[in-house]
């Protein structure tokens, strides 16, 4: 909104109602280029900043509340504002005409946006900024991760040819780094506002601290993009050791709490614990908005690999069917679990061991081979059927099973011929991990199988 | 040395191979990342009713219960009790 009398009038009652959400949306720059251009062509740098303290002072009596020190505040980020509007519309018209432009233009956008970033940390900590206006700290940052993000694609396509070559050359050179230079910096300046809501020592119902989810998760996500675990793991730590003087995690929106659950569980994924990463993800998916369906997918890209490994269950085919893109991931390999088949397990696991790679879920499917063999020993133990039945009893399943039988079935699923003895280590192995209950009787080639439970979990 | 030379080769060859490799995927992920991101809600706050859990149906049938086969026609349970057969049969003999 260009600064003129409805700017004006729109600021200060936003002010006397409190409202965030209002006041923040005084300061997006995702708006037409033309209303950018309004913005720009308003003022010029020398009358600015003395038209926005007129303007402001004038109205300061409508906004109740309003001393000097925060007009100043205001006149401050309104200018970085603008400055930063003129940066966008600039890189905006540089890309409208051929898309390579000699300058980098978003690095003026982020180098903009980042002062803009600055004035409101110093608008809270010297000008008596109150929380409610946090909203308006979301928006610029939410805005600076991008604008961040464009400034290093612009730069990887104009210079890539000389960051390759200086990474051939040197050794310790990491040309990854060096690609995401301004998401860096981003996060460096999002972990200050991190502290600045962390710090506020105001009592909670005016604090920041209601801050400081929205900017975790703006930092998470940032933390992701540049791989690093060890730093989205501080973030963790450090709520958790703030845990006492914060607002319940229940009492922040929605939005925040499943985007914080998403990212801790991957966390404990990655880490592979997954247990709890089983308990944040599940809370996550139940919370999560049912229309947000990239999101439930994104979820259940983590919750499958790991109830696979923690409880060993599986995706039904009707679930999958709900999200093509995880149907295409994870059915084939669900089915050759189900039904047993190793080597078709095998080609799966290979097939889609770029996708697995890339979304790190490729050593937690791995495991999932155990369970594939587990039910194909099941099936076998299945396929034999009753003991004769002793009148008015119970029947009960055969329990005692030739090795031969199982090495037979272990050599048509993994579509190779296995010898006894590394049937017996197979056997032994699923003993230990506890899938299957008995014991191998060598000499007589048989496995005993436990007549309450052979194969946990399962139902026989 | 004939060897030694030919390993060098190989090496070269894979090194190479490595380089391409490594420039190759450069661009394509770099696109597949950005979606690959949790994305920002439509709305900031929601009801119970609104969530995943709540909204039924869905919710029921999400994991497998059983690992019983529902179709025991599959090829590969058929081939299963054939296999099963001959060993019973070769062990009677």
Same mark, same amino acid.
């Given at each position: 909104?260009?600064?003129?009398?409805?700017?004006?009038?729109?600021?200060?009652?936003?002010?006397?109602?409190?409202?965030?959400?209002?006041?923040?949306?005084? #300061?997006?720059?995702?708006?037409?280029?033309?209303?950018?251009?309004?913005?720009?062509?308003?003022?010029?740098?020398?009358?600015?900043?003395?038209?926005?303290?007129?303007?402001?002072?004038?109205?300061?009596?409508?906004?109740?509340?309003?001393?000097?020190?925060?007009?100043?505040?205001?006149?401050?980020?309104?200018?970085?504002?603008?400055?930063?509007?003129?940066?966008?519309?600039?890189?905006?018209?540089?890309?409208?005409?051929?898309?390579?432009?000699?300058?980098?233009?978003?690095?003026?956008?982020?180098?903009?946006?980042?002062? #803009?970033?600055?004035?409101?940390?110093?608008?809270?900590?010297?000008?008596?900024?109150?929380?409610?206006?946090?909203?308006?700290?979301?928006? =610029?940052?939410?805005?600076?991760?991008?604008?961040?993000?464009?400034?290093?694609?612009?730069?990887?396509?104009?210079?890539?040819?000389?960051?390759?070559?200086?990474?051939?050359?040197?050794?310790?050179?990491?040309?990854?780094?060096?690609?995401?230079?301004?998401?860096?910096?981003?996060?460096?300046?999002?972990?200050?506002?991190?502290?600045?809501?962390?710090?506020?020592?105001?009592?909670?119902?005016?604090?920041?601290?209601?801050?400081?989810?929205?900017?975790?998760?703006?930092?998470?996500?940032?933390?992701?993009?540049?791989?690093?675990?060890?730093?989205?793991?501080?973030?963790?730590?450090?709520?958790? +050791?703030?845990?006492?003087?914060?607002?319940?995690?229940?009492?922040?929106?929605?939005?925040?709490?499943?985007?914080?659950?998403?990212?801790?569980?991957?966390?404990?994924?990655?880490?592979?614990?997954?247990?709890?990463?089983?308990?944040?993800?599940?809370?996550?998916?139940?919370?999560?908005?049912?229309?947000?369906?990239?999101?439930?997918?994104?979820?259940?890209?983590? #919750?499958?690999?790991?109830?696979?490994?923690?409880?060993?269950?599986?995706?039904?085919?009707?679930?999958?069917?709900?999200?093509?893109?995880?149907?295409?991931?994870?059915?084939?390999?669900?089915?050759?679990?189900?039904?047993?088949?190793?080597?078709?397990?095998?080609?799966?696991?290979?097939?889609?061991?770029?996708?697995?790679?890339?979304?790190?879920?490729?050593?937690?499917?791995?495991?999932?081979?155990?369970?594939?063999?587990?039910?194909? #020993?099941?099936? =076998?133990?299945?396929?034999?059927?009753?003991?004769?039945?002793?009148?008015?009893?119970?029947? =009960?399943?055969?329990?005692?099973?030739?090795?031969?039988?199982? +090495?037979?079935?272990?050599?048509?699923?993994?579509?190779?011929?296995?010898?006894?003895?590394?049937?017996?280590?197979?056997?032994?192995?699923?003993?230990?991990?506890?899938?299957?209950?008995?014991?191998?009787?060598?000499?007589?080639?048989?496995?005993?199988?436990?007549?309450?439970?052979?194969?946990?979990?399962?139902?026989? | 040395?004939?060897?030694?030379?030919?390993?060098?080769?190989?090496?070269?060859?894979?090194?190479?191979?490595?380089? +391409?490799?490594?420039?190759?995927?450069?661009?394509?992920?770099?696109?597949?990342?950005?979606?690959?991101?949790?994305?920002?809600?439509?709305?900031?706050?929601?009801?119970?009713?609104?969530?995943?859990?709540?909204?039924?149906?869905?919710?029921?049938?999400?994991?497998?219960?059983?690992?019983?086969?529902?179709?025991?026609?599959?090829?590969?349970?058929?081939?299963?009790?054939?296999?099963?057969?001959?060993?019973?049969?070769?062990?009677?003999?």
């Amino acid at each position: 909104m260009e600064f003129t009398t409805p700017f004006f009038r729109e600021f200060a009652e936003s002010y006397s109602e409190r409202s965030g959400p209002r006041l923040a949306k005084t #300061l997006r720059p995702d708006v037409s280029t033309e209303k950018l251009r309004k913005i720009c062509k308003s003022h010029n740098a020398h009358d600015i900043k003395s038209s926005l303290k007129r303007g402001l002072q004038l109205n300061a009596a409508l906004a109740d509340g309003l001393d000097q020190q925060e007009v100043q505040g205001w006149v401050d980020v309104y200018v970085a504002y603008w400055n930063g509007a003129k940066a966008i519309l600039a890189a905006r018209e540089s890309s409208g005409d051929d898309g390579q432009s000699s300058e980098l233009v978003w690095t003026k956008v982020y180098a903009a946006w980042t002062e #803009l970033v600055n004035v409101l940390i110093r608008g809270y900590q010297n000008c008596g900024f109150e929380a409610w206006t946090l909203p308006c700290l979301y928006v =610029v940052c939410k805005h600076l991760r991008v604008f961040a993000s464009n400034a290093d694609d612009e730069r990887n396509n104009n210079t890539s040819i000389d960051d390759s070559a200086a990474a051939t050359f040197q050794d310790d050179f990491d040309p990854e780094t060096n690609k995401r230079q301004k998401l860096e910096d981003c996060a460096r300046v999002l972990s200050r506002v991190f502290m600045l809501c962390q710090s506020d020592r105001a009592p909670l119902e005016e604090s920041r601290k209601w801050g400081i989810y929205y900017i975790a998760n703006l930092l998470l996500k940032t933390y992701f993009k540049l791989n690093s675990a060890s730093l989205s793991k501080n973030i963790l730590n450090s709520l958790r +050791a703030g845990g006492r003087d914060m607002p319940s995690f229940k009492a922040f929106p929605r939005s925040q709490q499943v985007t914080f659950k998403y990212h801790q569980g991957v966390l404990a994924f990655l880490e592979e614990n997954y247990v709890d990463a089983e308990t944040y993800l599940t809370e996550a998916w139940n919370d999560c908005y049912k229309n947000s369906v990239r999101n439930k997918e994104l979820i259940l890209t983590y #919750l499958i690999p790991c109830r696979l490994v923690t409880n060993h269950t599986l995706p039904t085919e009707k679930l999958l069917a709900q999200y093509p893109r995880l149907q295409k991931l994870f059915l084939p390999l669900c089915r050759c679990i189900k039904r047993g088949e190793l080597h078709k397990f095998d080609l799966a696991l290979q097939e889609g061991e770029d996708e697995f790679v890339k979304r790190r879920i490729y050593l937690t499917l791995e495991r999932g081979r155990d369970i594939a063999l587990r039910n194909l #020993l099941r099936k =076998v133990f299945i396929a034999r059927g009753f003991e004769e039945a002793k009148d008015g009893e119970k029947p =009960v399943r055969r329990s005692r099973v030739p090795v031969a039988e199982f +090495a037979a079935a272990i050599s048509l699923g993994s579509q190779e011929r296995i010898d006894n003895d590394e049937v017996e280590c197979l056997l032994a192995n699923m003993i230990y991990k506890n899938h299957m209950k008995g014991y191998i009787s060598r000499q007589h080639g048989i496995v005993v199988l436990s007549k309450s439970g052979a194969f946990p979990g399962t139902g026989v | 040395m004939a060897s030694s030379q030919t390993q060098i080769k190989k090496d070269d060859k894979a090194a190479a191979a490595s380089k +391409a490799e490594a420039q190759a995927p450069e661009q394509k992920p770099a696109a597949l990342e950005e979606d690959d991101e949790f994305e920002d809600f439509p709305v900031d706050d929601w009801e119970q009713e609104d969530t995943e859990a709540a909204s039924g149906g869905a919710a029921q049938h999400l994991w497998e219960e059983s690992w019983d086969d529902d179709d025991t026609s599959d090829d590969f349970s058929a081939q299963l009790k054939e296999e099963l057969k001959k060993v019973d049969a070769a062990k009677k003999r």
